[in-house]
């Protein structure tokens, strides 16, 4: 059988499906078990056509467009010979509303009993074909217990697929009901969703697939039902790649061009300038303006193509009307222009305008960054839209289609201490798009961590592939915007409904080298841990050790890493006793949390904390420590630096045991002015010395376990 001949045969006969049997067809060629089966037309040939087949048998009417079978009668289980199909097609053929559907039947051996298992597939419009696995009945029925991938997917992907499931201990069997074979499902799933796949081999042509159910015991699985929907091929992402050395430029441009500043009032261009000399940008800055002499004390050129030299990046901010025209006369002066103005392709009226703009941009010889957006920042090139933006260049890359969010990355990531290699607010992406962003972050020797916020993707295939790539061995954090939004209004099959608007970025998390977060502050703390800290894929963290003052803060905390899926577990015999030989004051405990109060942490002017420390890492062996310190209860309480003391204590022991464990600190204020002004001195010398630093215990839960997936996702994929 020609499997493509048989999607072709359905559309030529204009079938939005396939109907059931030639769905079955198409499974077995691809290896899935199906029932022994024969199709008939009418009740004459029924006896005749079902002779050959091993009772119990199932009679079903064949419709590509019968959706719930049983609720129209449409099918017979248990029927006893070939006298008693006879009788079934007769029936059926009497019933209006099956007879004015049927296209004929089909008669099957049917399956022994065994647990229903759902898998589907459907294909995304940003991620391209994903495979669905969920238990039958109530368990994919209300509870929507299903796990999504992206295709293909490897022998591991589909393993971790079933044991996602909530109910994926009945696999195994409960209250006496035997197990049935994971090996079976996931042996299905690879020959629907793997490399060589159905999913992938038909993905032009199939938008939809249900099987189900697929019924599996300890012996095997076999499907017994399956509806595969058609679609028309998939429309391409639209634009042409920009490749990563390409946008080395924009990053460093030699020159800077900017339209629409005024040289008698002040708009948007005329401040960016500003912050530019402001920001110590070293290059020449030419506004363009079509009368003035001089803008902002800098010699005005009237157009891009009067530029007395070529220049990098040009910043736009104009009415959205005028833009294509301007940009087609750039005549090749200019290789990337930031378009701020919106009324483009964010609003129905201006798709036109925004086609038009690309078309214009190429004629001119340049690359669009937006339109829609509010600008660039890159310490190493001199050039930023944010007010007193940090100047060192540091290692974070940052791609955001929010404007505004890009400020508070850049200004509340500053204050934490982040520092970055750039970040690009790209808006609408109609031309230069995340993934080429992506793509000159991942080879780019300056960034060793990247943050996206998205809320959506013109081409999450590249964006899949690039972060599956052995190229991309580098951190990424995602913050998406929009999850709430509905899923599609209507879907054909039962995987469509089930495939709602995050099923591919869930699964993208599950896949790829990155890791999902849900608020700006998680983005940000998850982006100072893997500033300060080196993944460890090798050793995954998983044991965490608390080290502080402040019993109750230690004992919330303990709830918060194990909410994080990290754990806090008590210290081994060895461990307990060493710290216990210390014979520190009354108050002191030692399990883990290891709660000190003050007066213990001032023992020995303070050097006690890597006396502690030297135990903890030698006899407990963690893999991470979260140090936190409630900096009130130091005030009025002696001399003695605890802070000072500990940063040197973690200098130390990591010395001596190096890669062994992460450590991070928390230090807590009561907001007063004083405190908050240590508190930012603190942080700015621990971070000096590697170590990231929290406000609160919870955010260092969430950054930790941020760190924790990453090293997993990396060890899975090495």
Known sequence: ?????????????????????????????????????????????????????????????????????????????????????????????????????????????????????????????????????GLGGVLVEVLADVAFRICPITEREAAAMLASLRGAPILDGVRGAAGVSR???????????????????????????DVNPLIVSASGAVAVDARFVLGDPPVGADGDRCDAEALGALFAPRAVAVIGASSSSTTIANTFIRRMKDFGYPGAIYPIHPKAAEVEGLAACPSLAALPEPVDYAYVAIAAERIPDVLASAEGRVRFV???????????????????????????????????????????????????????????????????????????????????????????????????????????????????????????????????????AKPVVLLRGGRSRLGRAAAASHTGALAGEGRGWDALAAQARCVMVDTLDEFLDALLALQQLELRPARPTREVALFGNGGGASVIATD??????????????????????????????????VDTPVRTLQQDEGRVAARILDIIYRDARPDAIVMHLNLAAFVGRGEVDPVENLMRAALGVQARYPGQAHFLLALRSDGSPELDASKRAYRERALAVGIPVYDELANAAVALAAVSRLEERFRAMA
């Open 338 to 472: 930031q378009v701020i103005s919106s009324g483009f392709g964010e609003v129905p009226a201006g798709q036109a305008l925004e086609r038009e703009l690309l078309a214009a941009a190429r004629r001119g010889g340049c690359r669009v960054i937006g339109p829609n957006c509010l600008g660039l920042y890159s310490p190493r090139g001199g050039v930023s839209f944010s007010v007193a933006a940090p100047r060192e260049t540091g290692c974070i890359g940052v791609i955001s289609q929010s404007g505004g969010l890009s400020t508070d990355i850049i200004k509340r990531g500053q204050w934490r201490g982040l520092r970055f290699s750039g970040l690009v607010s790209i808006g609408n992406s109609a031309d230069v798009s995340v993934t080429d962003l992506l793509d000159f972050y991942l080879e780019d020797t300056a960034t060793r961590v990247v943050g996206m916020y998205l809320e959506d993707v013109r081409d999450g295939r590249r964006l899949f592939e690039l972060l599956r790539s052995g190229s991309a």
């Open 183 to 209: 090996a079976a499902i996931v042996e299905v799933l690879l020959r629907l969703g793997g490399e060589d796949g159905l999913l992938l081999r038909h993905a032009d042509a199939l938008a939809e697939m």
């Open 560 to 593: 918060l890493f194990a909410d994080a899926g990290l754990a806090v577990s008590p210290f081994p015999r060895a461990a307990k006793a060493a710290l216990e030989a210390l014979r520190l004051p009354p108050g002191t405990s030692f399990a883990n949390p």
């Open 1 to 133: 059988m020609d499997p493509h001949a048989l999607i072709a045969e359905a559309r030529v006969a204009g079938a939005a499906a396939l109907d059931e049997h030639a769905g079955k067809r198409l499974l077995a060629h691809y290896g899935v078990a199906v029932p022994r089966s024969v199709a008939i037309a009418d009740p004459a040939t029924a006896r005749e056509a079902s002779a050959h087949l091993t009772p119990p048998l199932v009679v079903k009417a064949i419709a590509p467009n019968i959706g719930h079978k049983s609720e129209l009668g449409a099918v017979r289980l248990g029927v006893a010979d070939a006298a008693a199909v006879s009788a079934a097609v007769a029936a059926m053929e009497a019933d209006a509303r099956i007879s004015a559907l049927r296209t004929g039947y089909l008669v099957e051996e049917q399956a022994a009993s065994g647990l229903e298992v759902v898998v589907g597939g459907l294909r995304d419009p940003r991620f391209g074909p994903l495979i669905m696995v």
